[in-house]
């Protein structure tokens, strides 16, 4: 018969052994004693204004949820051996072992302490802390020995974090956090390429600690595109200036230990906060705001591009540069996705419309060599955006410094700033290539390095089917454009591809042809485009 014990009034010493309550509750100015061997073993609640004394242990053993009160004393040891798990619902504080047998202690709003020689033993992806408020769990005086903080955000996701202290042994606290969220604690929830959690790591007194993390997480934690083979774990700067947001950059990735679960480990951890594991989202951001218009969709009545391709859904939703030939992708580049919301028939329309995928590269300022690359996505007023289709183009993971940026696309030549641009983390450097022929970079060739569009106005020439740097009516067949378009149309039934997405699509409509009227004739469109010239070829950069 379960039965419960309410210790009232004047001190009481106990030995107690294989004795069992439904209920326990101890009052304030009780002593409360368990001898060493001693087991207290609780099917119901506990609820105690005083520390537990002794050697013994106490044994959660219910056949419901227990819930656990202990108003910030302590429990010398403690067994956790219920499925149907224990509650906080205030402090708690265990001075020697917590042992894990059975089911999960969830934490909500109040934090679980481990004295400084107190271990966890027993823990596993079944059994383990739940911070699935703000509660933390904490160790007492770490140090350089490592303690693994076996904790999730809900009793189905499990993600310790090994830690060490090398430098001030300090009070270090863990909370795992549901979701890697934009601004560290706060914002949005990334969707993809992170694996779905941050840890929340504090210590008791600012300053002095020196960390290594280990973290932890499964291969069901992992969302689209993330990528473990190139990764790590990020602080989350939260100061307010031109050092906030993430942290990671590319020299610190690299591929991640274990095999499901799998681990990263960072080191010399000083500053505390929000950690996560990820890739793009979490790299240190590198902004930068390009505007330029592709000769082939550009539409000089309106002054804006046309967005046939969006209208048609035949813009893909995955970047198209992985698979063309001449597009290496370098740095974070490669995998880049958006969603039909942002580039199908049924995305907002106006001129900030999608027109189509660009390849975005990011050159080192000492000579000039391609240190990354990105997929992005251009709107019809020229706006070059992320493939959320609005957000600045992010260089993830590169440090604030002085860049070249160039753009590219399947079926137009390349340009390329000028001179270095200034990019930081949090201010997005803007660049107008529309606005003057000597906006783009011109060394090594006789033309401009942009076609006139409009009076003032100017934009990347099209025409380039092989992406070879060249838009040429002459020469072998392997490289002559309009000899690549007569196969491409021929190839198919008259009058010819219709509904595509290809790079014979000259005035990017979704059709390719070689007769009808200069509006969709796409080799009237290559001789517009070469006008005079056989040849117009792309600066060397």
């Known amino acids: 018969m379960h039965k419960s014990i309410r210790i009232p009034g004047l001190a009481l010493a106990l030995l107690l052994a294989g004795n069992s309550y439904g209920q326990l509750f101890i009052s304030s ?18 609820t105690s204004s005083a520390d537990i004394t002794g050697a013994g242990k106490v044994i959660l053993k219910g056949t419901g949820n227990q819930n ?14 219920n499925v149907a798990n224990a ?13 894990f047998t059975n089911g999960k202690i969830q934490q909500g709003n109040f934090d679980f302490v481990l004295a400084p020689t107190a271990t966890v ?59 890697v969220l934009s601004a560290g604690a706060t914002g949005t ?6 694996a779905d959690a941050s840890w929340d790591i504090n210590e008791a007194v600012a300053g002095g600690s020196n960390l290594s993390l280990t973290t932890t997480w499964s291969a069901s934690d992992e969302l689209a595109g993330f990528n473990r083979t190139k990764g790590g774990i990020s602080y989350y700067i939260p100061t307010a200036g031109a050092t906030q947001g993430w942290d990671l950059l590319n020299s610190q990735t690299g591929a991640a230990a274990g095999a499901d679960p799998y681990t990263y480990t960072r ?3 000083s500053a505390l906060g929000v950690f996560a594991v990820g890739t793009r989202p979490v790299l240190s951001p590198l902004l930068v705001s390009p505007k330029v218009f592709l000769q082939g969709a550009f539409n000089t009545g309106t002054g804006v591009m046309g967005d046939n391709l969006r209208n048609l859904n035949l813009i893909p939703t995955s970047s198209p540069y992985d698979s063309i030939p001449n597009f290496t992708v370098a740095g974070s580049g490669g995998g ?36 990354s690359t990105k997929a992005v996505l251009v709107q019809r007023d020229g706006d070059v955006v992320e493939t959320d289709g609005v957000s600045p183009v992010n260089f993830s993971g590169f440090p604030v410094g002085s860049y070249y940026v160039s753009i590219r696309h399947r079926n137009h030549l390349g340009v390329r700033t000028i001179s270095n641009l200034a990019l930081a983390k949090t201010t997005a450097a803007p660049y107008n290539f529309t606005t003057a022929v000597t906006q783009a970079f011109n060394l090594g060739v006789s033309n401009d390095p942009m076609a006139t569009l409009n009076p003032g106005v100017f934009g990347m020439y099209g025409g380039n089917v092989n992406v070879d740097r060249t838009t040429r009516k002459t020469g ?12 491409g149309v021929d190839a198919a039934a008259a009058p010819g591809p219709t509904a595509v997405y290809r790079r014979e699509d000259f005035n990017m409509d979704g059709n390719v042809r070689k007769t009808g009227s200069v509006l969709t004739n796409d080799y009237s469109r290559l001789l517009g485009i070469l006008g005079a010239a056989n040849i117009i070829t792309q600066p060397i950069f």
């Open 189 to 194: 929830a990334f969707t993809k390429e992170v």
């Open 29 to 46: 100015g009780t002593t409360f004693n368990i001898q060493s061997g001693g087991i207290v073993t609780v099917q119901g609640d506990i």
């Open 87 to 99: 509650t906080l619902t205030g402090n708690a504080r265990v001075g020697t072992d917590v042992l």
């Open 68 to 81: 656990v009160n202990m108003n910030g004393f302590t429990i010398p040891n403690l067994e956790m051996d």
């Open 267 to 269: 080191t010399g951890v």
């Open 336 to 371: 880049e996705t958006t969603t039909t919301a942002i580039v199908g028939s049924g995305a907002p329309a106006g001129n900030d419309a999608i027109v189509d995928w660009l390849f975005l590269q990011l050159h080192a300022a000492a000579d000039s060599s391609v240190i």
């Open 476 to 487: 072998s067949a392997t490289i002559n454009d309009y000899s690549l378009l007569l196969t």
């Open 121 to 179: 033993t027993g823990a596993s992806a079944s059994k383990f802390f739940v911070t699935n408020g703000t509660g933390r769990l904490t160790k007492a005086g770490l140090g350089a020995t490592a303690f693994t903080y076996p904790v999730g955000n809900s009793t189905t996701t499990y993600n310790p974090v090994s830690i060490s202290n090398s430098g001030t042994s300090d009070d270090i606290s863990v909370r795992c956090l549901a979701n």
